[in-house]
């Protein structure tokens, strides 16, 4: 099932970059019209309709008739008596492990004076508002809740909302509800893909603007939280998921096979490769993939993303497999090879690096600590996983008194001056009576 490619002869490197092409451009299209104008105009409704666009889109697209977008205190106590006890444990458990984690990325405020007066200093202060995206669309995605509220409430964020789309009796997940509640989420919205995206970045008459999106979502969501960038803040390029496992002649094919599954499972975009220097292993897991496979309850969604963007790529060795990798810059990436901590060093680009057979992805997923809400399509090339940074900002402090202003008065009317600014010039004269 998965496509073969050789670059073991791949003098020209043509092979490799159209295979990064079509691994780092999955945006997918809707009978011929492509992602960004069908986003565009959905964004463009919501800002003129408000809740009615809102109303309209959850009924088209989630199949949904929804009469309130807010969900009332009933809905969320009604939820803690539907949640299994166990499953509220793992859920805490998780929250406890994501939260130790972030709390390890707090930054403090500075001041530093020095001897001549000055003090120079720079403030870090939460987002007062943040919006979270939760995908509901084919997978209630629980985790994705703590992934992303966790940091944030750990960053010190005041409000948190967040949007998430219905089932179609217009109800939420329960564990979805319960699990907002455990992170500290303020409010929950029925609403989903780029409506909600568009919803929180301008606000409507029920569901307020925020100063931040974060959160994944399939190609629709992430396009949208692109073309809202700029006007409200966003967390980076979250689409639908990836994984890419170098493997050796240790790698356990059972496993590997198990964890390129893991991610086809999400979306018919996600993207699942494979690059390895061993042949037999290679055949191996692609034997694995067909018979785990037949087990599997998504098995149509991972066929067709298997059929697309699933990939088995020899390589000469495993120097050639990194390069490979650090081209796709892929967000998960797993090491199973014989000593992955010595090639640490040689990984540049991956939204998170899972070392070893026994690191599999989902652990991250659910259970480590850091956040799962990774960068996809390439762009871990320039971003970060969702972290604490995402939730702060800061402010310089510049503090001069009469003396230290003076003696470096010249200095700025000089560049003011020809800068040809001299309103700027005039500003540090009349202080001197220049
Ligand atoms: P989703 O909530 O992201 O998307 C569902 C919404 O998509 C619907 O409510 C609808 O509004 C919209 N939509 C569906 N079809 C549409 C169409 N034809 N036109 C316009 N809008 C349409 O849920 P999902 O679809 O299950 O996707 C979840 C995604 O999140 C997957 O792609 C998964 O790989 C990704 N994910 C990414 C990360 C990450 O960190 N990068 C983490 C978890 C999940």
């Known amino acids: 099932m998965l496509n073969i490619v050789d670059l073991r002869n791949d003098f020209d490197g043509s092979i490799k970059k159209d295979l990064y092409k079509k691994l780092t451009q999955r945006t997918g299209t809707q009978n011929g019209t492509n992602t960004i104008s069908i986003v565009a105009e959905i964004i463009d409704n919501v800002k003129q309709n408000g809740d009615s666009a809102l109303k309209e889109y959850t009924k088209k697209f989630d199949k949904a008739q929804i009469e ?99 089932s179609q009796d217009g109800s ?89 599954l893991s991610q086809a499972e999400h979306d ?59 081209n796709i810059a892929p967000e998960h990436l797993e090491l199973c090879i014989k000593e992955p901590m010595s090639i640490l060093g040689m990984i540049k680009n991956a939204g998170a690096i899972f070392v070893g057979n026994y690191s599999p992805e989902p652990l991250g997923d659910y259970m480590a600590g850091p956040s799962h809400v990774l960068p996809t399509s390439g762009t871990a090339r320039f971003s970060s996983p969702v972290n604490v940074d995402q939730f702060i900002k800061k402010s310089s402090l510049i503090y001069y008194n009469k003396q230290s202003l003076e003696a470096t008065n010249n200095d700025i009317v000089r560049f003011a001056e020809a800068e040809l600014l001299d309103a700027h010039a005039n500003a540090i004269k009349v202080r001197f009576n220049k």
């Open 68 to 166: 309130t977008i807010k969900v009332s205190e009933e809905d969320i106590t009604a939820a803690y008596k539907e949640v299994a006890p166990e499953l509220l444990e793992t859920i805490k458990k998780s929250k406890q492990n994501i939260w130790s984690f972030h709390e390890k990325q707090l930054q403090n405020s500075w001041i530093s004076p020095k001897e001549d007066g000055t003090m120079l200093g720079q403030l870090v202060r939460p987002l007062e508002k943040v919006g979270l995206y939760v995908p509901g669309g084919t997978a209630p995605l629980i985790s994705s809740v703590l992934m992303t509220a966790v940091p944030a409430k750990v960053a010190g964020v005041e409000k948190l909302i967040m949007c998430t789309p219905p």
């Open 172 to 260: 939420i997940n329960p564990a979805i509800l319960v699990a907002a509640r455990e992170a500290g989420v303020d409010e929950v919205y029925r609403a989903g893909g780029a409506q909600a995206v568009a919803a929180m970045a301008y606000g409507t008459e029920t569901i307020p603007s925020v100063d931040k999106i974060c959160g994944p979502g399939n190609v629709y969501v992430a396009t949208a939280k692109r073309l809202v960038f700029g006007d409200c803040d966003i967390d980076m390029f979250a689409g639908p998921s990836e994984i890419l496992v170098i493997a050796d002649s240790s790698a356990v094919p059972e496993y590997v096979a198990a964890d390129l």
């Open 268 to 326: 018919i975009l996600a993207s699942s490769v494979l690059v390895t220097d061993d042949v037999s292993l290679l055949d191996s897991v692609k034997t694995e993939i067909e018979k785990q496979l037949l087990g599997l309850k998504r098995n149509e969604i991972i066929e067709k993303s298997l059929k697309s963007y699933g990939f088995g790529i020899l390589v000469d060795n495993l120097e050639e497999a990194i390069e490979v990798s650090n």
